[in-house]
């Protein structure tokens, strides 16, 4: 049972550049959430994808966007890169439930750089 | 007032020892809480959900305060691989995380 993959595993940009980082959820899970962890911080939330359409944003600019397809895997991207946005880049995967009480299982994450 | 809060540590305790510590959360209609574990540059990782009436996981246990709005985790007999920063988890609609509380179990 495969768990949550993330590409690539590091990522160097320059500022101003755009970049693309891709996840793919647990086998059976139907919901991706992005997260960014800052070095020494907890993850900040981004935002979440279910059926293919963002649900819910955390505190984050427009610069960030994201997309999810049909098979559930996401990509997320971030335009006009800021030397700010050097971070790890988590994904996380769950199935929504009524209830909303769910578990969330992260990806081991992107590591960006940017100079 | 941050979301989550922890106290960062590091708690740094001998083998065998008991190691508790607490967050606190700022939103009283949170629904779920957890407790993740993350070591260094890895990713976090779901140790236990924390319920009502509290819950235990072995030689972990988790608590839950409504009234005062915080969550505790208590590690009993430590082991040199329970050494990670711990990572508390409200979910109030989504999830928040702490900056983490770091404990190292030295030999």
């Known amino acids: 049972d495969a768990g949550v993959t993330q590409s690539p595993t590091h990522l160097i940009k320059t500022r101003g550049q755009q970049v693309t980082l891709r996840c793919s959820p647990k086998s059976g899970h139907d919901t991706v959430s992005w997260y960014q962890q800052a070095l020494g911080q907890g993850p900040q939330f981004i935002f979440q994808?279910?059926?293919?359409?963002?649900?819910q944003r955390g505190n984050f600019p427009d610069r960030f966007s994201g997309h999810q397809f049909p098979n559930y895997s996401s990509e997320l991207n971030v335009n006009a890169l800021l030397l700010g946005d050097s971070a790890l880049y988590l994904c996380?995967?769950?199935?929504?439930?009524?209830?909303?009480?769910?578990?969330?299982?992260f990806g081991p994450g992107t590591r960006l750089t940017v100079t | 007032r941050k979301e989550v809060e922890q106290d960062p540590g590091p708690f740094n305790v001998p083998e065998g020892a008991t190691v508790a510590f607490n967050c606190t959360y700022s939103n009283s209609a949170s629904q779920s809480f957890f407790w993740y574990r993350q070591d260094c540059r890895k990713e976090p990782k779901l140790l236990m959900s924390?319920?009502?009436s509290g819950n235990e996981d072995g030689r972990f246990t988790a608590q839950l305060n409504r009234a005062s709005q915080y969550i505790s985790l208590l590690i009993r007999d430590s082991k040199l691989s329970d050494s990670a920063t711990y990572l508390c988890?409200?979910?109030?609609?989504?999830?928040?995380f702490g900056a983490g509380t770091t404990v190292t179990v030295r030999a």
């Open positions: 988890v409200v979910n109030a609609h989504k999830l928040s």
């Open positions: 924390v319920y009502s």
């Open positions: 994808y279910y059926e293919e359409e963002e649900r």
């Open positions: 996380a995967s769950s199935l929504k439930r009524s209830s909303g009480d769910y578990e969330q299982y």
